[in-house]
């Protein structure tokens, strides 16, 4: 090699010919210095790699990171922005070390990735500068903010993704970040990428666990017993709990297919049905699952009264029996959208799935369970059919006899006496029968009629005669029969208050188009020019369903209602 080309402008060497030994003396020591600053920096960069790893907690991960930082070229401030999912890729969180407590609440809310912060994050490039005021993206700082002149920033990435970025400013002793200092935070930087990596890997994992978890605890209580109000409870706040969600629901078709908002977590349930178009409704027709913006989708019904201000949902059908009877939704607020994109929604969906088999198998153990219990009272209204009444048939048919061959008045009426008792036993036999079809918590209108016309007899004195024709409890509707029950009510106490009645006679009949409530007392009937009183209540029912109300009655001779409305 010529002497031109060792003494080459630029080559440090070229500084040193002609120079004394002092001269080179200090210039050995200088570089001696740089390569033990650069051993020690590397074993801390070593040590600090291995003991981040050593984290598996992602909020421990990145306050060890900024702090590392710190440390490694000897920064006053040092803050970790991490960017958001979405496609506006602005900052969620923003992670600082160097400012106390007292600094970050006077400096207020925390950057959202504007100025400066946001050409790093559009361009996930180095950025060294030595006074970042003079750059021409800088928007300045907000007031109580510390000042700052020296800037490094560095992306985070994992894989081909940027996770966020490293912002270190004012080097301690002053002066400007060097090519070292860019190229030890550059390193860390692609070690953070691997640590937060498997933190965010591990989370998630945990995240599965909680929901496999909930899964199979909430499992094991469904098929323990539990009741079903419980269970629905028991999954929506479980549920809301592990999704982080600020709202849970269940809404479920009810035998008579309409969708009511069961069971919420994080709010009070709504009052009104749910209309088959809406969302829940589009989501239980299709049977699949649907990840939406109720801000942004008319499906979206409007939110309820008392609820908070909901963004993103998911909407997950509820599968029972090979069908589709319900949906789960969860729902965030538009400020913790972060939280939602998080959420694992294979395994909601599996937790949900796997809860619908649960509660299809407790309803069927319920099913079993009042199948033995009709069984059992089935063969005892056998028994009380072909037994009792029959003896007591007999009973009475000789009694009659017998009073025909007494020659005393007075043993001809108390032989009456006791036939008439006996044919009203039999009545009460042949209405417990009745009874006996049906569970203690059931709640189809036959059994309500019944139910409505037995309270009635305490307070009248008398039970009313009860006669129902038709399919009573497929062909009156959901919506009819609480109007049916609310009138019934109301004309048996207005018998009991009003009418002086020794009997009489209920009747509820669909054998036409229209359902007939008939109520027929003996009663000393309407007083003319009465106020109506209750009576207008029963015929805005009636009007309210395209039906009448019409009143018969003359004084001394009783009063017969009848209410009709056509059946839905």
């Given amino acids: 090699m010529d002497e031109a080309a060792e003494t080459e402008p630029g080559d440090r060497r070229s500084d040193l010919v002609g120079a004394g030994l002092d001269e080179l003396l200090r210039e050995v020591l200088g570089r001696v210095d740089e390569v033990l600053d650069d051993q020690r920096r590397l074993r801390l960069l070593l040590d600090a790699v291995v003991t981040i790893a050593a984290d598996l907690s992602l909020d421990s991960v990145l306050e060890r990171i900024v702090e590392v930082a710190a440390d490694l070229v000897e920064a006053r401030y040092v803050a970790l922005g991490v960017l958001d999912s979405g496609p506006e890729r602005r900052l969620r969180a923003f992670v600082t070390h160097g400012l106390s407590g007292a600094e970050r609440d006077a400096i207020g809310p925390l950057p959202t990735g504007h100025g400066l912060l946001g050409l790093i994050i559009d361009q996930p490039e180095a950025l060294r500068l030595d006074d970042l005021g003079a750059h021409p993206t800088s928007f300045g700082f907000p007031a109580h903010h510390p000042p700052m002149h020296s800037l490094l920033g560095v992306p985070v990435r994992i894989g081909d993704r940027v996770f966020g970025n490293l912002y270190l400013t004012e080097k301690l002793g002053g002066g400007p970040f060097t090519e070292q200092d860019e190229a030890i935070v550059v390193a860390l930087a692609a070690a953070a990428g691997v640590v937060v990596e498997n933190a965010r890997l591990y989370e998630e994992a945990a995240r599965r666990e909680r929901w496999l978890q909930a899964t199979a605890d909430l499992t094991r209580l469904i098929v323990g017993g539990v009741d079903a109000d419980d269970a629905l409870q028991a999954i929506v706040d479980t549920a809301k709990e592990v999704a982080d969600a600020d709202v849970a629901a269940i809404t479920l078709r009810s035998h008579a297919e309409r969708l009511a908002v069961e069971v919420v977590a994080g709010a009070a349930a709504p009052p009104d049905p749910v209309d088959d178009s809406s969302l829940v ?36 059908p509820m599968t029972a029996s090979g069908s589709v009877r319900g949906a789960l939704s969860l729902a965030w607020r538009p400020d913790r959208v972060s939280v939602f994109r998080e959420l694992d929604r294979p395994m909601v969906e599996s937790f949900v799935e796997q809860l619908g088999l649960a509660l299809s198998v407790a309803r069927s153990r319920e099913d079993q369970q009042r199948l033995v219990v009709f069984e059992d009272r089935d063969r005892i209204g056998r028994d ?44 009460e036999i042949r209405r417990s029968i009745f009874a006996l079809s049906t569970v203690d918590d059931s709640t189809d209108l ?87 009183g209750g009576m207008r209540n029963m015929r805005e029912r009636a009007e309210r369903l395209s039906g009448r109300l019409v009143l018969d009655s003359e004084p001394g001779r009783g009063t017969t209602l009848t209410w009709s409305v056509p059946r839905l």
Avoid: C, Y
């Avoid at 027709?285 to 908070?308: F, I």
């Avoid at 009489?504 to 188009?513: D, R, Y």
């Fill in 446 to 532: 036959r059994s309500a009629v019944a139910d409505v016309v037995a309270r009635a007899g305490k307070v009248l004195g008398f039970r009313p005669m009860l006669g129902l024709e038709g399919p009573v409890n497929s062909a009156v509707s959901d919506e009819i029969a609480p109007h049916l029950l609310a009138v019934l009510g109301e004309a048996l106490t207005n018998v009991s208050r009003h009418a002086e009645a020794t009997s009489a006679q209920v009747s509820v009949s669909v054998l036409g188009p229209d359902v007939v409530l008939t109520v027929r007392d003996d009663g000393k009937g309407l007083e003319p020019g009465r106020q109506e």
């Fill in 281 to 316: 409704g589009h989501v239980i027709a299709s049977g699949e699952t649907v990840v939406t913006d109720v801000r942004d989708d008319s499906r979206a019904a409007p939110t309820p009264q008392g609820w908070p201000t909901l963004g993103p949902v998911v909407v997950v």
């Fill in 384 to 427: 009380l059919h072909d037994l009792v009444i029959q003896r007591l048939f007999a009973v009475g048919l000789t009694l009659e006899n017998t009073a025909r061959m007494a020659s005393q008045p007075e043993i001809k009426h108390r032989v009456g006496g006791a036939v008439d008792d006996i044919d009203a036993t039999i009545k």
